[in-house]
Each structure stands twice: as C-alpha cells, then as structure tokens.
C-alpha cells in the first residue's frame, strides 16, 4: 500500500507540474501539444489508422441509420465519438510495444461489431440496440429466419472495413519493417491522447443545452441521443441505464416518490365521470383478438376489385370503429401491447416489462374483471416462455395461459400453428369454459400473420398484380398483368395479412355456430405495426404501371412517404364489436386514440377503474386526448410531433402555437418518466402497502 501511495504522490506531483507549465507559458504548451500530436500521427500509424477508422464508421452508421446528409455533417456526435475513441485509444500507450496491436485489434473488432449489431437493429426496430435487451436475445433467435430476412443487409457488413484496415496496414508496415516492437511505454503519447479526448470532450459538453441534457439522462429517444451525442456515447449511457433496475435504490428512488405522488395527487380513488357508454357491457364475457401486425391501412385496400380484409371490413361497419389508433411499442413489440393494453402504462425505456419488470405490482384488466367474479385467461400457440407470457400473465392477473403445449401442431405457417388450426382448437377449450356459466375475459394471440411474410405458398390466392381486360389485335379479350407489388415485401404482407383476416373470418362464424356470442363482447386490436419498408408504400401509393416503376416526384399525384406519413401508416385497427354496436351502436370514431386508452375506455363500459392508468376513457376525452409514444413522439387531432427531429406535421387547418407545442412536449415527457418511475420502482406497491399500513395504524388508535 505504501508503495502505491508513493507512485500515486510521485503521478500527482507530476501532474501538477505540468498544468503549472502550461499556465506559465501557454503558447509553448499549445505548439508542445501539437507537436506530439503530429509524433504521434507520424510514428504511430496503427493507432492513427484506429481512430479514424472507427469514427469514419459512427459516421457510416449514422447516415445508413438515420438517413440525412445534415447528421452526417453534424459536429456534436463527431465530437462525442472522437473523444471516447481516444480515451479507448491512449491506452495502447501504457502497453509493451508488441502488445499494442492486439490492444487496438481487440478494440476495434468490439467496436466494429456494435456499429454492425445497431445498423441491423435499426433496420428492424427504427431504433438502437441496448444492453438491456441481451435479456430478450433468445426471443430473437426464436424469429431467426426473419432477422436473417428482414434485418441483415450488405450495407451492414460494411463496418469491417475498420478492423480490415488495421490488419492490413499492420502487415505493410511488418513487412516494410517500421514496426516499432519491445518493451517500450510511452506515458507522453498517452497523456496527450487522453488530453486530446479532454478537449473534444470540454468543447462538446459546451455545445450541449438542457434539453438535450435531459433527454440523454432520461433515455427515452435513442435515435435523438445518437444524433447528438454520438454511438458510443449512447452506449456507455445505455450501460449506467441498464444496471439501474438491480441497484434502484441508488438511482433516484426519492425523486421517483415524489414525480409519482405529484402526478397522482388529484387522481380519484374511484371513477368520477359518465358518459353513454358507461356500463353498457357490464357482466358481459369479452373475447380479446390480438391481430398480429395488422395494419390499418389494409381496411378497405383492394386489388383488382379483392378485399384484402373482407372479414374485417364487414367487423369495422358493425363495430365502434376506432379508425385512428396507435399502438404504443418500443422493443418489446408485442408483449409491449399487451402490457400497455392491460395496465395502460408505457413501456419502460430500457428492457421490457415482460422480461425485466415481470415481477412489480400491476393494476391489470384481468385482476379488476378477476375482483368482479371472471374466469380470466390467454390463448397463444407459441411457447410459453416466449416474452416470458408464462410468468408475466401471472403478474398482469390471468387464471390461466393454454399455451403451445395444450395445442396439436397440426399446420404450419410462419413462427408455429397455423392462425386456422389455432382458432379451431382454440374455439374447443372456449366451449369448455363457457360451459362453467363464468364470465370470462379471454385474449386470443394470433400468430401467422408475424415477420417475415414468407410462406406465401400457404397464404392461399391473392394476387397483389394489377389485371386489366383488353381487346387484342384479333378482336377477342385477353388479361394482362403488371407486377405491382408482386415480390416486395409488403405485396408478401398483404397476402399473409389476407390469410389471417380469413382465419378471423372462420374463428368469428364458429362463435356464431356454437352459440359463444351471445352475451359477449369482441374487442380486436392490431398489436403494433409489420415494419414495412418506406419504398414499398411508396410503390404503393405511386405505381406507374407503364413504367413498373414510382412515379416522379414531380407529379401532382405523387404521395410523399416521409418521416410522418410513415408514422401515420404505422396505425393499427381497434374495434369493440357486440349485438348493441351491431344494432345502433356501431359508428366510426377518427379521434386520435393509444392503446394506453383501451383500459380506462373499457373499464367505463365494463364497470372497472385504475386510479394508475395514464390514459383515458376516448368518449369523455374526445378531441383533447394525446397519444404519446416511447421515443417522445406524440399526436393529437392537430399535429404530429417528431421529438428527434423538434419539428411537426400539422393535421388540421388550425393554427399551432408554440405554447401548445411546448405544453404537449411538457405532457409528454413527465408522462413517460412517470410511467417509468412506477415501473422501475414498484412504486404501486410500495403506495398500496403504505395505505394499508396507514389505515392499520388509524385502525387501532380509533380502537384504543
């Protein structure tokens, strides 16, 4: 110990020399410094070529990821980056001489590879990948064939580039015999590279405001952090962050107490409104249709005079129709659903809840129907380890999950069974459950409809070409085609999408035939959107036939798929359907609605309440309602605000002002981190197990 104290006294001293040094003559100091930076560049080739290798790749990544030409040119993250790579990079200074190369290699590959993993990530996600999700890894191999499908592309493999670069340029100078080797350190060179990283770091830390000082410390928007404070920067970030759950307690706990309580003071403890819906299903079973990736764009879509959705359509016309709904997912996606679907809370901003909060204290639709006499339960042909359903349904309050072991895997299409082999067991152990006289809440999680949309063959017929009749030059009538969306990837998702609605058509009309509709509700939810690429819509909505190509920009006709419109294409379809909407009820509503609404919305119309949902019952909020998204996006019925990017799209003729925006963005962001406090730190356990021991206490001094 002496001895380290004695070497650490000895650096201190040194140190402090030398800031000494500089404060006398600073000018000396400065042409010191760049002096020994251009040594260090001419005699240090490999670590030269480390650094600008790696930071020509955060560079790459960005423009692959985010797509515009300003990030690329943007010189924050280029900051933020350069400074964490020259720290990474002044210690192969304090290593032998031999050692250096395997000490920049190392790095590089690792670096290297997480520019790989995010570019493949975002392609699937529109975000960046998180420590936080090596939990969830084996739910990714599960879906193999899609990431290998949808997500790797050649573009990803670029990155290599850097570590190729290294490898060579190592061989050269190997061969060239400029290979500097022994036993040599060099402390100069590693101070003034960590000095350099100091600098970059100092002007980048200046340049930053509190806004986006505070949105790096929340962690909601990655997209908006790697913009701004660069790849790696984000990464050590999202590291502090993923830890946070195992030591909440040093992260925060009081000020999550006090953000909860603040949100929550003047929530009643029991519903305070009415409208005409409330209790109109009361004592009602409700049969809950989670459609995977079902999109709301497909209702009505026709080809060559081919409903790609009959079934549905004919749902939606008898239906209360929600025709502008969002689901509210971030990397969970479908468990994401139905966790925000039964809690109408948010996903966390890092992990899922499924896997990494599995075990907090809920307020859940199926617990409140459970308190009400229901016999509550879920049906999915998965595993039931997948997304953790076993586990989690127990925390979220469901009796029972019949998972893919009570099922006979008789037809396969995409992940497991078949969506019709599915339904037709499924309405089996339905009949079984009627036949106890219980109301019943029940979710029924649909699966073939699922990424990548590649069994084609077994979706049935349905052509996504364009058929014309014409008369040939022998007078007599001829088909012919144009290939439309043949062999895209959305034309292949309009085709799984058609064999799923027909699954929905068959499941609907043997309730009918067994007698299950009656006094019952079906509640049918899109669970998120199928990550379609922009230039598919865009092939869509601006087919030249004559050219087999999209029209030009330039034409009055052309449809724009930016940033927005794909957002807004991204709306999944929400509908309540029973005798009541059937015979009067039935309307469509084109209020802006989240799927955080859906609890409080039903909970009025079944006769249950959360005093912790943070949505809202749409028929008493009507206009005014906001849906906020994990990344900081929200939409109302006026605008469409893209947190990323700190601009809008305007929905209506109506005048937006900046206090409205600021008031939204206010909103929206206490919201998220509300949602996440009570999450991560159990805080409605922690409330209900202090209320008891309050009305305890109160209860044995009235006593005494």
């Not at 409700?286 to 009959?310: D, R, Y």
């Amino acid at each position: 110990m002496k001895k380290i104290s004695k070497k650490m006294k000895t650096f201190n001293q040194k140190v402090k020399k030398r800031f000494q040094e500089i404060r006398k003559n600073p000018k000396k100091a400065a042409i010191t410094f760049c002096n020994l930076c251009v040594e260090i560049v001419k005699n240090n080739i490999l670590f030269f070529v480390f650094v600008i290798s790696l930071l020509f790749n955060t560079i790459l990544l960005r423009y692959f990821t985010i797509h515009t030409v300003e990030n690329v040119l943007f010189f924050k993250p280029f900051l933020a980056d350069l400074a964490v790579i020259l720290v990474v990079a002044s210690f192969s200074f304090l290593v032998k001489k031999k050692h250096q190369y395997p000490y920049l290699l190392v790095w590089s590959i690792l670096l290297t590879l997480i520019c790989f993993i995010d570019s493949c990530y975002y392609t699937f996600y529109t975000s960046f990948s998180s420590v936080s999700l090596l939990a969830t890894s084996k739910y990714v191999v599960a879906v193999g064939d899609a990431v290998v499908e949808n997500v790797l592309r050649i573009q990803d493999l670029v990155y290599v580039w850097a570590p190729l670069a290294l490898i060579y340029v190592h061989h050269r100078l190997k061969k060239t015999k400029r290979l500097q080797t022994g036993e040599y350190r060099d402390k100069r060179k590693f101070f003034a590279t960590l000095g350099g990283a100091a600098v970059c770091a100092v002007i980048f830390l200046l340049t930053l405001t509190s806004l986006e000082i505070g949105r790096f410390a929340k962690q909601w928007n990655r997209e908006y952090i790697v913009m701004n404070f660069g790849i790696y920067t984000y990464h050590i970030n999202d590291l502090i962050k993923s830890i946070e759950p195992q030591i909440t307690s040093l992260f925060g706990y009081d000020e999550a107490v006090k953000t909860f309580r603040e949100y929550y003071d003047e929530t009643p403890d029991t519903q305070d409104w009415s409208n005409k819906y409330t209790g109109i299903f009361e004592g009602k079973n409700i049969i809950s249709i989670h459609a995977e990736s079902m999109q709301n764009f497909l209702i009505g879509l026709e080809f060559n005079g081919q409903e790609v959705t009959p079934n549905l359509n004919k749902l939606a016309k008898k239906s209360l129709y929600f025709s502008n709904f969002y689901a509210q997912v971030s990397v969970g996606t479908s468990s994401d659903s139905e966790f925000t679907l039964n809690t109408s809370l948010m996903p966390t901003n890092n992990g899922t809840a499924f896997v990494s909060y599995f075990n907090r204290e809920y307020v859940s639709i199926p617990k409140l129907l459970g308190e009400k006499g229901y016999y509550t339960f879920a049906m999915h042909a998965n595993n039931g380890s997948y997304w953790n359903r076993d586990v989690m349904h127990k925390s979220l309050g469901y009796d029972r999950l019949y998972a893919k072991d009570t099922y006979e895997i008789d037809e396969v299409i995409g992940l497991g069974l078949s969506d019709k082999s599915f339904f037709r067991q499924s309405v089996e152990k339905l009949k079984e459950i009627a036949a106890k006289d219980q109301p019943y809440y029940g979710t029924f999680i649909m699966l073939s409809n699922h990424t990548p949309f590649s069994d084609v063959d077994k979706y049935g017929e349905f052509d996504v070409d364009i058929k014309e009749e014409i008369i040939n030059t022998d007078g007599e009538k001829e088909i012919i085609s144009y290939p439309y969306m043949e062999g895209t990837k959305l034309g292949n998702y309009i085709k799984s999408a058609h064999y799923a609605d027909e699954a929905l058509g068959e499941f609907l009309t043997a309730l009918e035939e067994n007698g299950l509709m009656e006094n019952t509700v079906i509640v049918l939810y899109g669970d998120h959107d199928a990550r379609l690429p922009k230039s598919d819509f865009a092939r869509l909505y601006n087919y030249d036939k004559e050219t087999d190509d999209v029209i030009d920009s330039e034409d009055p006709n052309y449809f724009a798929i930016d940033t927005y419109q794909y957002d807004i294409l991204r709306k999944v379809p929400f509908m309540i359907y029973s005798e009541e909407t059937e015979k009067s009820l039935h309307k469509e509503i084109t209020t802006v609605m989240g799927m955080y609404d859906v609890m409080p919305t039903l909970g009025n119309m079944f006769g249950f309440y959360n005093k912790y949902q943070l949505g809202h019952d749409i028929f008493q909020v009507g206009e005014d309602n906001i849906v906020v998204f994990p990344n900081g996006n929200w939409v109302t019925n006026k605008v469409f605000y893209n947190a990323q990017k700190e601009a809008y799209l305007t929905l209506k003729n109506v005048e937006i002002t900046e206090e409205y925006v600021q008031e939204m963005n206010q909103y929206a962001d206490e919201l998220l981190n509300v949602s996440n406090s009570l999450i991560v730190f159990d805080l409605i356990k922690k409330e209900e197990q202090q209320k008891l021991s309050s009305e305890d206490y109160i209860e044995e001094r009235i006593t005494q």
